[in-house]
């Protein structure tokens, strides 16, 4: 049965109802993402998208607050009209997964997700933008996080938490972000380099000096290294760069955007039924050697972001979408996701990263903390 | 300050303790003279002393993880303590509690420049860290006030900011990892490895957990580029409304400052007395804006920035063409606190931070209060942020003085919450703001955040009377105090 609750007061009874008759839920708001995670088993779907709207944004504030059925669209729209952005860039995985359509992104699925773009690496992913949030745990109790403004270390950063859990620990109702200015100009430098150890090399060095582009990434054997910020700046900058780097193709403007919106959509992998789609965090210098034992598996395709931090690679999605393999070439402290495969392979493997017992028994008492009946989308995360 | 009733079995019991910490350290390492103990009765907050059970100083993880392991098993609390400089009593010991001292975890263990990144131990300070990596042209982005005594494993149990703060985030934003030992003795590792890690993000709720959920052992910071250059901007306005309205009109250009520091007329002229730092005494209120990335970005955006302030009506206005000058501008800001210690007695020092454009009713509030409790006040604000440290002037020696000091500081910061903002910006909760935490938070809010803490330590034996209002409320409240003019650490600069 869907249950659609208009407001939170509805959406804690609801909630409370279920925990007494140990009824699982599983928490949905616009749906784009219902094909991440592993595939879960629930009595009901809870429909959290009719809880909509921007209750408070001050551009001059940084900040944003809405309900977290807003969809995302309104939010970036409200955004732009004040030249201001959400610096993490919440990716669009609409083109990888199953049964998602883009415009029905809501902003507590990207919350719920985590699932920050290219700016990751310069910027920080959506938990170094949450401010602030109230949410439902699986008591019914209606509590809040964090605060409206941008400094606050009163009390425990919950809000850190429950991005990115999925749905595992708590309905979340509304959601104050840190916004920032959306930079003046932009533009992306194409430099050759189809050695990928070299590559790596010179994406560390351009991030760590004072060019200072906002992202880096390295696919078909170019660096693409974005400049963004004011005018006279990014000119600046771009001669840094090309002084060091030697000559470099240039894409202004739209093309630059474009180029950006491909890379954080994952538009390399789009069209490719029967893939499976894994996301691979790593240390950057461990990038070359990964990509080399990636490159023996069948029909393997990868690209780096994050400047080497995040491997994204493709393959047939054929049983377990090579699992094992995969994660036993990762390098120490490595992990891996499958993001994208047909519904069997997500049910016949774990999805997400698995964990060492100690720190797997203490995430467990961590869910048990919000949600001690186990009902709020068991075992999307696996548990 | 109320603490929690010291239990008598844990007191009878001190012998079987010191007996087992000797099986796991050297004696040295065990410190149990009542004189050596004395010590580390305090921290940055000194208004409260207590004296613990006994001290241990570790320096291998293991070492920690056994010393966890022999007080849960003996149900022996544990108040962990870096340089011991935090202002909210995070490190305040307890008479049946132990003291894990983790001064001896001092080493830096790697530095990775490719990877931006640096593992250290967390008695390290945060300014060695700066040290170790700046022949790279890298630094460590947060910094308190006191970073060459605070350490990193400090600002990661506070979630410690600083002056750049909103260009640069704090702690959280940028600590990639730590190893951490849980109450029972396990030794886990949180954030390893790239940027995204496994599971919940623990790492970002033990940031800031005061010490509570776990002991932190080794941590790995990301390192920020060093900027190309920086530059200031020192504005006077006719008032507070006009500078706070400057301040508003920079962010909606769209230009993050690196810092951007805010002084009232109390605050001037205490500066200006002490270190004659060329403030204009006719201002009512002063701006401090720092600007930095490349040359050619700054100057751009100083020659933004000087527009937005004649557009304000800035009474005043200078910047700096030199790195000695744009010192010479932060003398006095960093000058602020010992400034007006010379005016008073005593005086205490509030953290609350407040939506920005409530920057003129606070200020207000403040006025009124003032008179109200007949004690004077002086503001700095890390305006940027919108973080407020308004400094009450006291003299204890006067009779009912230091309680109408308390009484005045917490109805700043109520009235700071009732604006929308929160209790403490960066000085963490502790002992301190404990028993306003119900201020903030609804009772189920608190609940949430207790359950969180019983699933890391379900005996609460890390650090307890910290954060949490006891069970029942307390009445007596105390804040940072500074007597004679005295700070809990005279050497450092507090802003």
């Known amino acids: ?383 | 300050m109320e603490m929690p009733i010291p239990d008598p079995a844990v007191l009878a019991d001190r012998p079987r303790l010191v007996a087992g910490l000797l099986g796991i350290l050297p004696a040295e390492a065990v410190i149990v003279d009542q004189q050596a103990l004395s010590v580390y009765e305090s921290d940055g907050l000194t208004a409260y002393r207590q004296p613990p059970l006994v001290v241990v100083l570790p320096e291998t993880t293991a070492q920690v993880a056994a010393i966890l392991r022999l007080c849960h098993q003996l149900k022996v609390k544990i108040v962990p303590r870096g340089a011991g400089t935090s202002l909210s009593g995070g490190a305040l010991p307890l008479a049946d509690g132990l003291v894990l001292a983790m001064a001896r975890f001092n080493r830096v263990l790697a530095i990775d420049p490719v990877n931006r990144s640096a593992t250290v131990q967390p008695g390290v300070t945060n300014l060695a860290i700066t040290q170790a990596v700046q022949h790279l042209g890298f630094y460590y982005a947060p910094d308190p006030s006191s970073q060459i005594a605070c350490t990193i494993g400090g600002n990661v149990a506070e979630n410690s900011g600083g002056v750049h703060c909103l260009k640069y985030g704090m702690t959280s934003h940028n600590v990639l990892a730590v190893e951490m030992v849980t109450i029972d003795g396990e030794i886990l590792r949180l954030g390893e490895g790239g940027l995204d890690a496994a599971g919940y993000d623990l790492l970002g709720v033990v940031i800031g957990s005061e010490g509570m959920l776990g002991v932190v052992t080794e941590i790995t910071v990301r390192l920020t580029p060093k900027p190309e250059t920086a530059r200031a901007l020192l504005v006077g306005f006719p008032s507070n409304a006009t500078a706070a309205s400057m301040v508003a009109k920079v962010i909606g250009a769209g230009i993050i400052p690196a810092g951007m520091e805010m002084m009232d007329r109390p605050a001037i002229q205490a500066a200006e007395d002490f270190v004659h730092a060329g403030y204009p005494r006719d201002a009512e209120a002063l701006l401090i804006i720092e600007l930095d990335g490349p040359a050619v970005e700054v100057d751009h955006l100083i020659s933004r920035v000087e527009g937005l302030a004649k557009a304000t009506g800035a009474s005043s206005l200078r910047v700096s063409e030199s790195e000695q000058q744009r010192l010479a501008f932060w003398a006095g800001r960093k000058a602020a606190f010992p400034a007006v210690g010379r005016l008073s007695p005593d005086y205490y020092c509030m953290d609350g931070t407040i939506p920005r454009r409530c920057l003129p009713e606070i200020l207000e509030t403040i006025a009124v209060l003032s008179r109200q409790y007949d004690l004077k006040v002086a503001n700095v604000f890390h305006a940027g942020d919108g973080n407020l440290h308004p400094l009450i002037l006291y003299d204890a020696n006067q009779p009912g003085q230091l309680d109408a000091a308390e009484a005045f500081g917490a109805d700043i910061l109520r009235a700071c919450v009732k604006v929308g903002g929160v209790l403490t910006g960066e000085h963490g909760v502790g002992v301190e703001k404990r028993d306003l935490m119900p201020d903030q938070f609804t009772e189920i809010d608190l609940c949430q955040q207790r359950a969180l803490k019983d699933a890391f330590d379900p005996g609460r034996l890390l650090n307890p009377g910290k954060v949490f209002p006891l069970l029942h409320r307390c009445a007596e409240m105390g804040r940072m105090h500074v007597s004679g003019g005295r700070l809990p650490f005279p050497d450092l600069p507090r802003f």
């Open chain 1, 1 to 383: 049965m869907i249950i659609e609750a208009k407001d939170p007061q509805i959406m804690a009874e609801v909630i409370a109802a279920a925990a007494a008759d140990g009824r699982r839920l599983g928490l949905q708001g616009g749906g784009s993402k219902i094909g991440l995670g592993q595939p879960m088993t629930v009595d009901d779907q809870l429909d959290l998208s009719g809880w909509r709207g921007i209750t408070s944004y001050e551009p001059e504030e940084l900040v944003l607050s809405a309900r977290a059925g807003t969809p995302l669209a309104d939010i970036e729209v409200a955004l732009a009209a004040q030249q201001q952005h959400l610096a993490f860039e919440p990716r669009n995985l609409s083109g990888l997964l199953e049964g998602g359509r883009v415009q029905d992104q809501t902003l507590g699925g990207v919350v719920a997700t985590n699932l920050a773009g290219p700016r990751r690496c310069t910027a920080g992913a959506v938990r170094d933008h949450v401010l602030g949030l109230s949410a439902i745990n699986g008591r019914g109790e209606i509590f809040k996080a964090g605060g409206r403004v941008v400094k606050n270390v009163t009390g425990y950063d919950l809000c850190k938490l429950l991005t990115g859990s999925f749905g595992t620990l708590a309905a979340l109702t509304e959601i104050t972000l840190k916004v920032l200015p959306a930079s003046e100009t932009e533009e992306t430098l194409v430099i050759a380099a189809p050695d990928v150890s070299k590559a790596v090399q010179q994406m560390a060095e351009a991030l760590g000096g004072s060019a200072a582009p906002s992202a880096a990434s390295w696919l078909d054997g170019k660096i693409f290294l974005r400049l963004e910020g004011f005018g006279p700046s990014v000119r600046a900058r771009r001669q840094k760069l090309t002084d060091r780097f030697g000559a470099a193709e240039v894409l202004e403007d739209a093309a630059s955007r474009d180029c950006w919106q491909a890379i954080r959509d994952v538009k390399p992998f789009h069209g490719r039924p029967g893939q499976a789609v894994w996301k691979l965090s790593i240390r950057p210098s461990d990038a070359p050697a990964l990509l080399g034992r990636l490159s023996e598996l069948e029909e393997a395709r990868t690209f780096l972001d994050w400047g080497g931090a995040l491997v994204w690679l493709s393959l047939p999605a054929e049983r377990d979408a090579k699992a094992g393999t995969i994660r036993q070439m990762l390098p120490l402290g490595g992990q891996g996701w499958l993001v994208a495969a047909p519904l069997a392979v997500r049910a016949a493997v774990p999805v997400f990263p698995p964990l060492l017992p100690a720190l797997a028994a203490l995430q467990t008492r961590v869910k048990a903390s919000f949600d001690p009946g186990f009902i709020l989308n068991p075992g999307r995360m696996g548990f």
